[in-house]
């Protein structure tokens, strides 16, 4: 199988939506899917290393996995202005400066309670990013998210958490909405 995806190899390609590959990308090498505007998902779940601006540009770009990444790349994200919510794992030694520049959407929430020495200074440039986080489940691109040191009373979290799912389920057009509450 293919181990690594080579330099420039889908640089600039202007169709490319979705990437699904069935083998292990150990690494994807620079700017490998840089400027792919249309580009929406690349499952990184089995990628260890993200090289420099490997996905720079890709203004489509709004969800990727991360569980196995060790390094990501300075500029690895760089202008992925679609980017949502992204985890990073205490797994994660090494991210490169301005690795987030300009994701203006994007969320960092990171396992670890304070930035790594292995990290750079400025990896989370114009990001919002959240220490101390773990995912605990993911239901149909739903998180829901530890929060530590955080109490909430049970009587009020069942009668949310229930309000939450009836207007999530609402939404997603799951059931309909009742007209009559009585």
């Not at 990628?47 to 601006?53: A, F, G, P, Q, R």
């Not at 520049?101 to 990013?129: G, I």
Request: aromatic letters at 14%; one cysteine or more; hydrophobic letters at 40%.
């Amino acid at each position: 199988g293919i181990s690594s995806i080579p330099k420039y190899s889908f640089f600039g390609c202007k169709n490319l939506k979705n990437v699904n590959v069935n083998s292990v990308i150990e690494v994807v090498e620079e700017h490998s899917f840089s400027s792919c505007n249309l580009l929406e998902y690349f499952d990184l779940s089995k990628t260890k290393t993200i090289e420099t601006s490997a996905f720079s540009h890709c203004t489509k770009l709004t969800n990727i996995n991360l569980d196995n990444v060790i390094s990501i790349g300075t500029l690895a994200f760089l202008a992925c202005s679609q980017l949502g919510d992204v985890y990073i794992k205490e797994t994660v030694m090494i991210i490169g400066s301005r690795a987030f520049h300009n994701c203006f959407n994007a969320v960092l929430y990171c396992e670890d309670k304070e930035q790594k020495d292995t990290w750079a200074e400025d990896f989370n440039d114009s990001v919002k990013c959240y220490f101390g986080m773990t995912k605990l489940i993911e239901y149909n691109n739903f998180s829901f998210r530890k929060i530590p040191n955080f109490i909430m009373p049970v009587g009020i979290s069942f009668f949310i958490f229930q309000s939450l799912g009836y207007v999530i389920d609402v939404y997603r057009e799951e059931v309909e909405a009742e007209k009559n509450f009585c």
